[in-house]
């Protein structure tokens, strides 16, 4: 065994596995499982050009081998990011592989400070993507076992810098067979598989939260669904103490909308009531689509002069997103009651229902409130 047969190795590996995963799983565009091929394609790809460096152009292909190995390191951290949610400014992740090349070209002749600052630059990278996966990991098992990878496999470039750095006759070159090259190729290798195993559960984690979602949001509003706010609703009031509010509304002459404008629109509508929702109330309110163009929401430790306040703005917003939007001005009709302890789900709908349709009965265009709401 010698270190050109363990770069071949990390090579073929690489390519294989960036090959299965588009046969397997496919690439959706900037998803994180992408940038994490660009990684392997990078290993590949820079592994190949260090292959090839000796036995021709060594100063060229070296110096571009190694930016492609910083570029693939910055593609880790591009697929860290995109399953974290993050984002990093776009120059941390250029300016690393282009100021490599530049510093590698220019020691080229000096190899203690060229294999150094290659293997300083690339083991910071890969630790700080580790680092950003181990933080605030907790039990996410898929954190843990990309960011231990990336862990051992930073410690092990650091410490091939700071041997060619500190003990360069021990260490003449990268592709000599010293016990820390065979190591850390080894360990690589690993931690290719294990990242490709991590971030493939990542995926699934993502998968799974998208059929939640799926299951649990109206998809045109983005609110809750029917049955999940009924589900969500019902837990709430077992643990009701009279603070809470339920307000049912719905959305004045909306049939007229879908008639005279098109369904199109009556959707648009729909869509712009969802995020006025969203938008003024609190994280620990619930709202939902009760069907069609009613809307639920429990307001939980709402007092009668907030609610007052935020009746009025509801109504207002919704006016004036449509207006600016659509070009004509949309209302609800809403029915509010305090939610009485020890009162179900079902008892407290049907006495808000009852406010709504005296609101319609009234003019359309307010809320009407039980007794204890106001």
């Known amino acids: 065994m010698d270190v050109i047969t363990l770069l071949v190795a990390v090579l073929v ?190 995926h699934r984690d993502e998968a799974e939260q998208a059929l939640v979602k799926l299951a649990s949001l109206d998809m045109l509003t983005g609110l809750l669904n029917r049955r999940e706010w009924m589900q969500r609703a019902g837990r709430a009031l077992g643990q009701a103490d009279g603070s809470a509010v339920l307000l049912m509304l719905d959305l004045d002459h909306f049939k007229r909308i879908n008639d005279e404008r098109g369904h199109p629109v009556g959707d648009e509508v729909l869509r712009l009531t969802g995020e006025v929702l969203r938008g003024e109330l609190r994280a620990r309110d619930l709202v939902g689509r009760y069907g069609g163009e009613e809307f639920c929401l429990l307001l939980r430790h709402c007092e009668p002069e907030a609610f007052g306040r935020l009746d009025a703005r509801l109504h207002q917003a919704l006016r004036r997103r449509c207006e600016t939007s659509l070009g004509f001005p949309v209302d609800f009709s809403g029915g509010a009651v305090r939610v009485l302890p020890g009162e179900t789900l079902a008892t407290a709908i049907q006495r808000a229902d009852d406010e709504l349709y005296r609101a319609k009965d009234a003019g359309r265009g307010c809320t009407l409130c039980a007794d204890g709401v106001l």
């Open 13 to 202: 590996n690489a390519l294989l596995m960036s090959l299965a995963l588009v046969v397997c799983v496919g690439m959706r565009v900037r998803s994180g499982l992408q940038a994490w091929q660009f990684m392997l394609l990078g290993q590949a790809v820079g592994f190949g050009l260090l292959i090839v460096s000796t036995r021709a152009a060594p100063g060229l292909l070296s110096t571009l081998g190694v930016m492609v190995l910083s570029a693939s390191a910055s593609a880790m951290v591009v697929a860290v990011c995109r399953f974290l949610g993050t984002t990093v400014p776009p120059l941390w992740l250029l300016v690393p592989p282009l100021v490599l090349g530049a510093v590698h070209a220019f020691v080229y002749d000096k190899q203690v400070l060229a294999t150094g600052a290659t293997n300083v630059v690339i083991g910071l990278q890969i630790l700080w993507g580790s680092a950003l996966l181990l933080r605030g990991a907790r039990r996410v098992r898929w954190r843990w076992l990309c960011g231990m990878a990336g862990v051992a496999n930073g410690v092990l470039t650091l410490a091939r810098a700071l041997l060619v750095l500190g003990w360069p006759e021990v260490y003449p070159r990268f592709i000599a067979p010293h016990p820390l090259n065979f190591a850390s190729l080894m360990v690589l290798n690993a931690t290719m598989v294990l990242g490709t195993m991590g971030f493939l559960l990542a």
